[in-house]
């Protein structure tokens, strides 16, 4: 084999030698700035904190009562507080937090809103229904059941975690 096709002219040992240095120095430059930008997206959430709705395990009754609550949202650098309800009642000696969110497209239901279906959660944008229980009646709208809230009871009062699809 010849030695002159293994050897590189001052041209090429510059350009590859600029261009590697470049390349450190880019990436030295880059990589603060990319682990700046996706550091809070890989943060671990702490969606499973129980949240207190200010309301004591004495004051539910059988009947489903709209509670309000704020709940802390972190986005990244920005936290802020949005405000969610639930439809709290006791059946038996359990609780059950049912969220307000219709299935079909995200209205609001109501609890005994409509005269014409009493004792029924009533969604005034589609007419869709639900039982007491949260399932969504036949014929109606929605094709599944209201979500449902993950509850605790700690010193007599009831703290809401992360609803769950039915």
């Known amino acids: 084999m010849s030695e002159k096709k293994h050897r590189v002219s001052r041209r090429q040992f510059l350009t590859y030698t600029l261009t590697g240095v470049g390349g450190f120095m880019a990436a030295g430059m880059l990589s603060p700035m990319v682990r700046m930008?996706?550091?809070?997206?890989?943060?671990?959430?702490?969606?499973?904190d129980f949240i207190s709705?200010?309301?004591?395990?004495?004051?539910?009754t059988g009947e489903p009562q709209r509670v309000d609550f704020n709940v802390e949202i972190v986005d990244a650098w920005h936290t802020s507080e949005q405000s969610q309800s639930a439809w709290i009642y006791k059946e038996g000696?359990?609780?059950?937090?049912?969220?307000?969110t219709c299935?079909?497209?995200?209205?609001?239901v109501n609890w005994d809103a409509n005269e014409d279906y009493p004792g029924n959660y009533f969604c005034p944008c589609h007419g869709g229904r639900f039982e007491k229980d949260g399932t969504n009646i036949a014929g109606t709208p929605p094709t599944r059941p209201l979500d449902i809230y993950d509850v605790e009871v700690r010193d007599g009062m009831v703290y809401l975690g992360q609803t769950n699809e039915r």
């Open 37 to 48: 930008a996706l550091d809070p997206a890989l943060e671990a959430s702490g969606g499973s």
């Open 53 to 60: 709705v200010g309301i004591g395990e004495d004051e539910l």
């Open 93 to 100: 000696d359990e609780i059950v937090a049912l969220s307000p």
């Open 103 to 108: 299935t079909h497209l995200g209205c609001t």
